[in-house]
């Protein structure tokens, strides 16, 4: 049997966000608020699927949805987007996540549930895959979304494979559990979160102190996202701060997913971590200015506006 190769594929989240920008925080009962633009797009892995796609990587997810309107909905887009989801299960006992994302003033908060598989292992076919791909992306709604087990398995095959890993705790690193959180960082070969999430994570709140107890567990690269200051890479022996751009902020979500698809394309390329952090940074910075994320992350035409960096022959 022949098995696709791919520069990357991301296992479990995939959801859609209903996305809805409101007047302000706090949201009170019985306060009326204005719908200032709503729109429905998938999110989660579907955001760094569909951007490292735009950017020139060959993707690929390996998931479960449910055999429901928002499962189709979430595949035909990423198909038309160029992700290639045919490894991606249709589950009629699964029930496609739906996430609520509330947008005031570029914050945004996220109203969800997930119920985890019972299964503990990966599908054979997805082991294969796993197997032939450049990297695989691991993110800390993985773990919910699919199951424990089974994103542990694909770590482990990954590992055994070789296959970097690329690893995205997010706000889901405080329910990880330190075994878990420890074994997925101790199998990564970048690892790359917020300033708070490296906090929460390490216990300190030194930056540099963070950084380094990430780095203890392995990884070659830690990057840090910084918001509108740009991001900090960190490794064994240097420290990198590449600064932001600056653009109009309409709504964060999604820019940290396609924010690490830059990381992804830099780090299989061979760049130094200042030129990878520039593209990050350019790709996050495009999706910010839109609402929503899905379909309204970065273009290629968008980041190439912002990073200004040398294209040659169509390669960043």
């Not at 735009?54 to 449910?66: C, D, F, P, Q």
Request: hydrophobic share 45%; proline share 4%.
């Amino acid at each position: 049997m022949t098995v696709d190769s791919f520069d990357v594929l991301a296992v479990g989240d995939l959801v859609v966000d209903f996305v809805v920008e409101i007047d302000r925080f706090p949201v009170e009962a019985g306060r009326f608020q204005i719908d200032h633009g709503h729109v429905l797009e998938p999110g989660g892995a579907c955001n760094l699927l569909i951007a490292a796609s735009r950017i020139g990587l060959k993707t690929g997810a390996l998931s479960r949805v449910g055999d429901d309107l928002h499962g189709h909905f979430l595949l035909d887009v990423l198909r038309a987007e160029g992700v290639d989801v045919s490894a991606v299960e249709i589950s009629p006992q699964k029930r496609t996540v739906v996430v609520l994302t509330l947008v005031a003033g570029g914050e945004h908060t996220f109203i969800g549930g997930m119920q985890a598989s019972p299964d503990l292992t990966i599908p054979d076919n997805w082991r294969e895959r796993i197997r032939h791909s450049q990297a695989l992306f691991v993110e800390g709604y993985a773990f919910a979304e699919l199951s424990p087990g089974m994103v542990l398995d694909a770590i482990a095959t990954a590992q055994a494979a070789g296959t970097p890993i690329f690893f995205d705790p997010g706000p889901e690193v405080h329910n990880l559990g330190q075994e878990r959180l420890e074994l997925a960082l101790s199998a990564s070969r970048v690892v790359v979160l917020t300033a708070e999430e490296a906090a929460l994570a390490t216990g300190s709140d030194d930056p540099l102190e963070a950084a380094r107890r990430l780095l203890s567990f392995g990884p070659e690269w830690v990057v840090v996202k910084q918001g509108a200051a740009g991001c900090a890479v960190f490794s064994l022996d240097a420290h990198t701060q590449i600064p932001g751009y600056t653009v109009t902020v309409q709504d964060t979500s999604g820019a940290g997913d396609s924010f690490d698809a830059g990381v992804i394309y830099g780090y299989l390329h061979g760049w130094t971590p200042e030129r990878t952090g520039r593209f990050a940074n350019a790709i996050g910075a495009a999706t910010v200015s839109k609402l929503g994320a899905g379909r309204q992350v970065a273009t290629r035409a968008e980041v190439e506006a912002l990073w200004g960096g040398e294209i040659v022959n169509g390669e960043w």
